[in-house]
């Protein structure tokens, strides 16, 4: 075993916090169902399940994924990929929807 | 650089497979946000039926999102059991992490079936082909984390998972996780974002 990784499951959470951290998500996903069948919260579904998906992506990651608590180069592959992605994702929609004359009609 | 028991590290002192994980899942990022950019636009373009609004059924996908999720905590349970050497909590937790990516896949292939019989396949509109371009291609990677999962498994039975056990687990983990937040993503922006 690496004294890197003897080091990280010594700093790693026990299965209490885990098991913390499993009710807040299923609370999440059971309000993001709950705001989607509301009528009056449609004005503002968007916002709304776009930052309780993202605080279920950032539990995970950064409690069950361990990257609050390893090495710091582990945190800026997954920021860097997602920054990536995030670029392709809005180069995509950009072009389809205001640059290609076949997409917009 | 390795040691003399064969450990490879890299010049920042982790180990360089959790590193090469790492790199998978940053690389898995751009595949799926293309997937995910792709479904956006293509999702309301078909000039035929049906349309994501008649076919997708959110209360069933809710359970298996939520089986996914639970997932994801018992892998962190069998990284903590082999972390202390709790061979046989480790078997347990390994097996019902299997058993809930099984689960889903079963929902999933469920939920293709029917929207089958409902007339929406690969090819029949661009929904179709981005839907299940996007689904399919997580499934997929749900039934090879099932696969290494079972393989784990199966290894520990044998003995033949005694070396870096702790380090082989929490990669497979980092995996499993991955999978998962995949999905919550795919989640909000295929199934509750249907009528937006």
């Known amino acids: 075993m690496s004294s890197e990784h003897a080091a990280a499951e010594h700093t790693h959470p026990g299965p209490k916090t885990y098991a913390k951290i499993a009710v807040i998500l299923t609370l999440v996903t059971a309000i993001e169902v709950w705001v989607f069948y509301i009528e009056a919260m449609q004005p503002v579904l968007v916002p709304v399940l776009i930052v309780l998906s993202a605080v279920k992506f950032s539990l995970v990651a950064m409690y069950y994924m361990h990257l609050k608590f390893d090495h710091p180069i582990f945190n800026r592959w997954l920021i860097g990929g997602l920054a990536l992605s995030f670029a392709v994702f809005i180069a995509l929609l950009a072009l389809f929807t205001f640059a290609h004359p076949i997409m917009r009609a | ?196």
């Not at chain 2, 061979?87 to 896949?105: C, V």
């Not at chain 2, 996007?134 to 290494?148: F, R, S």
């Not at chain 2, 003995?159 to 929490?170: N, Q, S």
Request: with cysteine; charged share 10%; proline share 2%.
């Open chain 2, 1 to 196: 650089m390795s040691d003399a028991h064969g450990h490879h590290y890299t010049s920042l002192g982790v180990d360089n497979r959790k590193l090469g994980m790492w790199l998978l899942i940053a690389s898995e990022c751009l595949l799926f946000g293309s997937l995910i950019g792709t479904y956006m636009i293509m999702r309301n373009k078909g000039l035929s039926g049906p349309t994501p609004q008649e076919v997708l059924d959110i209360p069933v996908t809710t359970i298996s999102t939520f089986v996914l999720l639970m997932s994801s905590f018992s892998i962190v349970l069998a990284l903590n059991a082999i972390q202390h050497g709790k061979i046989a909590s480790f078997r347990r937790w390994i097996l019902a992490t299997a058993l809930g990516g099984l689960i889903f896949l079963g929902f999933q292939t469920y939920e293709f079936t029917i929207f089958v019989h409902e007339g929406l396949g690969l090819s029949t509109n661009v929904f179709g082909t981005s839907f299940f371009m996007l689904t399919g291609t997580h499934g997929t990677h749900v039934a090879v984390g099932v696969i290494w999962l079972l393989s784990l498994y199966f290894a520990s039975v044998r003995g033949r998972l005694t070396e870096d056990a702790a380090l082989k687990v929490d990669t497979m983990a980092l995996y499993w996780h991955f999978v998962d937040v995949i999905w919550i993503i795919i989640f909000t922006v295929v199934y509750l974002f249907v009528f937006v």
